[in-house]
């Protein structure tokens, strides 16, 4: 029988009470995704886009619910990788959950400006998709260069903005529907080219993206109030609160258009508030979906340079991905990387197939989260933590596994070829870490180099 673990004192300072840790997940989840994706979504289901909304934000509550038990268990900050390195206690398995989720955020970073170089930028700027989105990722990162306060600051403001703008829609189709225009029976309608399943489990995939950003939360987890009683709240309310502003934009989509002009945009929105003839200006929605896939973006690739920037820190990664600035204290070589990588995959897919990529990463994660919580359950611990019943995790993985399987071999190639030259980047940090330690003497202590830290 296991000792219980005993309670550590946060070396984090507790600031983030249960109101604002809502409104960080809901700020991670609600936004970009829904913004670009209701069109996809409608070409593989039809106009039933909410069902498979719905269907997504239950398979995503499924796995949160694995979340909310480890976070509240082991309120440490470093999330899925740390449940992982505690539960199979194999350093590459660590790893390779890490460098998913790093994979998973610069593939997504990818695919918003993509969609941030379509049809919302019209308006403003009528150029080439590929040009527009490399100099948005080239204004990302310097944004991101410049510091994360600054980059934190206006975050909330944008998402703000973001909320504002899906609100804006569902209140204005419900008006258009109230004068008698619209088309209500579209709602139920299916993609005749598929059979219903096929065709909702195939849209599910595409809108379970709108759902991932809840998972970061565990990375705050040492700095929450009374963890175990504010985080499960504010995660399950922030993913009910975003599913249900969802639906709500599925459903207004589908009454205001048919499926074919939503499937046939890269922004379905924009086009939604056309429909509607309220005469809301082109340039002001455009604006309002610029911001809000400008900030999933930027928020994609704060995390993704920051994470890069611990695993070289760690030696789980080349050690140049450490270097910071020496003034601005950002971590200069991970988000040149980063953002770099970012460009690559730009020219390997449209959005539909980079948000299928972020999803088949996450759901490795996923699938290693839900199963630590499982191997976890014999470990105790002394303070009072969330727990879900065991049938919530096996559920969770099963519909982990079915959701992978419905990918395409392009999709898993494109993954692979990710995880690959993470492995080759894991294996060539070690060969130079074990290198560098059998030249120094065993009688020698050396000296670890002083590192400029991170802006705080």
């Known amino acids: 029988m296991s000792t219980p673990a005993k309670p550590q004192s946060p070396r984090l300072k507790q600031s983030i009470t249960g109101p604002l840790l809502f409104l960080f997940i ?3 989840v609600l936004g970009a995704g829904i913004y670009a994706l209701v069109g996809k979504v409608a070409g593989e289901v039809g106009g039933a886009i909410w069902i498979p909304l719905a269907l997504a934000l239950f398979l995503a509550t499924l796995t949160a619910g694995s979340y909310a038990e480890l976070v509240t268990k082991y309120p440490k900050a470093g999330g899925a990788a740390v449940f992982a390195e505690r539960s199979f206690k194999v350093p590459l398995v660590s790893f390779l959950v890490g460098f998913c989720m790093l994979a998973a955020g610069v593939t997504s970073a990818a695919g918003l400006s993509l969609a941030f170089a379509g049809d919302y930028l019209t308006p403003f700027l009528d150029v080439p998709a590929t040009p527009a989105a490399l100099v948005f990722l080239l204004l990302i990162a310097l944004l991101n260069a410049r510091g994360v306060k600054e980059s934190v600051r206006a975050n909330v403001v944008m998402t703000v903005i973001e909320v504002s703008g899906l609100v804006l829609v569902i209140v204005l189709v419900g008006m258009m529907f109230a004068r008698g225009d619209g088309d ?3 709602v139920l309608e299916f993609n005749p080219e598929v059979s219903p399943g096929a065709g909702i489990l195939a849209a599910s995939l595409l809108a379970y993206y709108s759902f991932v950003g809840f998972e970061t939360s565990a990375n705050v987890a040492e700095e929450v109030r009374d963890v175990h009683r504010v985080y499960p709240k504010a995660l399950f309310g922030a993913l009910l609160t975003a599913g249900g502003i969802y639906v709500l934009i599925g459903l207004a989509s589908s009454i205001a258009l048919p499926p074919s002009d939503l499937s046939s945009s890269s922004g379905p929105l ?3 508030v056309q429909a509607t003839g309220f005469g809301v200006p082109d340039w002001l929605f455009g604006l309002i979906a610029l911001i809000a896939v400008a900030n999933g973006a930027l928020l994609t690739m704060i995390m993704a340079s920051r994470l890069a920037f611990g695993m070289a820190e760690q030696s789980l990664l080349p050690s140049a991905l450490g270097r910071v600035l020496p003034q601005r204290r950002t ?3 991970a988000i040149v990387v980063t953002t770099l990588a970012a460009m690559a995959l730009t020219a390997t897919g449209d959005l539909g197939s980079l948000a299928e990529t972020v999803v088949l990463l996450l759901l490795f ?3 290693s ?15 009072k933590h969330f727990r879900v019943p065991v ?15 419905q990918q ?5 190639m494109r993954a692979a070829i990710l995880l690959g030259i993470g492995l080759v980047l894991y294996f060539v940090s070690r060969w130079i870490r074990e290198g560098k330690r059998s030249a120094t003497p065993p009688h020698h202590q050396a000296t670890p180099p002083q590192k400029e830290p991170l802006e705080r």
């Open 391 to 405: 049938i919530i995790p096996c559920l969770a993985l099963v519909s982990c596994v079915v959701l992978m399987f």
């Open 270 to 272: 924009l086009q939604v």
């Open 184 to 186: 209500g029976s579209r």
């Open 26 to 28: 809901l700020g991670d």
């Open 408 to 412: 395409g071999a392009d999709i898993w």
């Open 365 to 367: 994660v996923f699938i």
């Open 369 to 383: 989260t839900n199963v630590a919580v499982l191997v976890l359950r014999k470990d105790k611990v002394e303070h």
């Open 331 to 333: 971590p200069w070589v």
